[in-house]
């Protein structure tokens, strides 16, 4: 079975730039989660969706949004990027957006120049 | 405010030998705990867990002890290979709203040949 997918796996960007990143969750999975890690930090939560709704937020600005399709694969878009956002972007997929396991695809690693 | 805290950022040890790695967590509310390995290049894969109504769970080489008086928990591999050098994250789903999770910062554990 296929795992979590993520494309790009990486990313050249300039700040004040808009990237877009995409993720294809496990088959049957219907919650899709995004975790921003940088070096040295463990992942920080982003968005959490499920069933095509935001179930959950973390502390990023609003230049962070994202979206779930009918398919439950998922995209994350940032907006005026800034060097700050040089980070590995990892998707989540799960069965539910609680009480289930949540299994991370490979990552988007994002350079902001 | 970290609630999940890996205080040990790097962890040597011989082949052959035992592993621990420890985590330490401020919120009483947590019930239920992951660990995950995430090698260089990769996403986070998930390992192994245990509830807060167990004391341990075991999987192979990998074992989990919670301490829940002392909000402390471990993971050890025994014995531990060279493929197992990686870094190690614990994470505990949030109770308060979204099932996020929330990661420790991460133990780098090397296993020499």
């Known amino acids: 079975d296929a795992g979590v997918t993520q494309s790009p796996t990486h990313l050249i960007k300039t700040r004040g730039q808009q990237v877009t990143l995409r993720c294809s969750p496990i088959?049957?999975?219907?919650?899709v989660s995004w975790y921003q890690q940088v070096l040295g930090q463990g992942p920080q939560f982003i968005f959490q969706?499920?069933?095509?709704?935001?179930?959950g937020r973390g502390n990023f600005p609003d230049r962070f949004s994202a979206r779930q399709f009918p398919n439950y694969s998922s995209e994350l878009n940032v907006n005026a990027l800034l060097l700050g956002d040089s980070a590995l972007y990892l998707c989540?997929?799960?069965?539910?957006?609680?009480?289930?396991?949540?299994?991370f695809g490979p990552g988007t690693r994002l350079l902001v120049l | 405010d970290q609630q999940v805290k890996q205080n040990s950022p790097s962890l040597s040890v011989q082949e052959g030998r035992i592993s621990i790695l420890n985590c330490d967590y401020t919120?009483?509310?947590?019930?239920?705990f992951l660990w995950y390995k995430k090698y260089p290049a990769e996403g986070p894969t998930f390992l192994i867990s245990?509830?807060?109504?167990?004391d341990k769970n075991e999987d192979g080489r990998f074992t989990v002890f919670l301490n829940k008086s002392a909000k402390h928990l471990s993971l050890h591999i025994v014995p531990s290979q060279p493929g197992d050098s990686a870094v190690y994250f614990c994470?505990?789903?949030?109770?308060?709203?979204?099932?996020?999770?929330?990661f420790g910062t991460g133990t780098r554990l090397k296993v020499l040949a």
């Open positions: 989540a997929s799960s069965l539910r957006h609680r009480g289930e396991t949540q299994y």
């Open positions: 088959s049957g999975h219907k919650s």
């Open positions: 969706y499920y069933e095509k709704e935001e179930r």
């Open positions: 919120n009483s509310m947590f019930d239920y």
């Open positions: 245990i509830s807060s109504i167990k």
């Open positions: 994470a505990a789903p949030d109770t308060s709203g979204t099932y996020k999770y929330i």
